[in-house]
């Protein structure tokens, strides 16, 4: 079983690339699990659970408190607890590896992997670097680690901006630059149009 992870920027072109390469290897009878390191993170599972019996949405249909929004900042007490999530995701995700290896998959594709994790960790402390150079343990190292390097310019240029801004995408750019070699992730050049993108990552299979 290969393991592929493709890490980037807010509207590098992460989950278009990987959704590509999915219908790719499947057309070719590959057996093809998708996995994003977010949204299926032990905290986006507390959120969904939460949100679900939030007595307020029950009653009204509605929730006006919990609504999800891009997370620019943290106090100490979130950030620690990302810490601890993470690693629990970790832990989570190594156990699916054995489960999905043993229902003969032939690929893992990672939409962003836990190097995003502790990218997004290392800019809420401030562009804090440490916590690339103290990386929890147990991390799977992917056969192909795939870092989709894009301009924040080109990005708040094309039809899905994200809502953090040029500011957020410049800060997070630096960090990712760093962690990519810390590392050693593959560096393809994202600025480019969507399908010269994906002839240069399928040549990379």
Not at 58 to 70: M, Q
Not at 177 to 193: P, Q, V, W
């Amino acid at each position: 079983m290969k393991f592929i992870s493709i890490s980037g920027l807010d509207g590098s072109g992460k989950s278009t690339q990987i959704k590509l390469l999915q219908n790719h290897l499947e057309t070719q009878g590959e057996k093809v699990f998708y996995f994003h390191a977010i949204e299926q993170g032990f905290a986006k599972k507390l959120i969904d659970f939460r949100n679900k019996y939030c007595l307020i949405c029950r009653l009204s249909g509605k929730c006006n408190v919990y609504k999800e929004k891009s997370v620019t900042s943290a106090t100490w007490l979130q950030i620690a607890l990302r810490k601890i999530f993470l690693q629990i995701d970790i832990w989570r995700f190594s156990n699916l590896c054995k489960k999905l290896a043993k229902e003969k998959f032939d690929y893992i594709l990672s939409d962003r992997y836990f190097y995003d994790s502790l990218v997004n960790i290392a800019y809420l402390e401030h562009e804090d670097k440490g916590v690339m150079n103290h990386a929890p343990t147990g991390i799977l190292k992917p056969d192909l680690a795939i870092y989709l390097k894009a301009k924040p310019e080109i990005i708040m240029q094309r039809e899905r901006v994200p809502d953090q801004g040029m500011k957020y995408l410049q800060k997070k750019k630096q960090l990712l630059d760093y962690a990519a070699e810390k590392f050693n992730l593959l560096t393809i050049n994202g600025n480019r149009a969507e399908n010269i993108i994906f002839e240069e990552l399928k040549n990379k299979l």
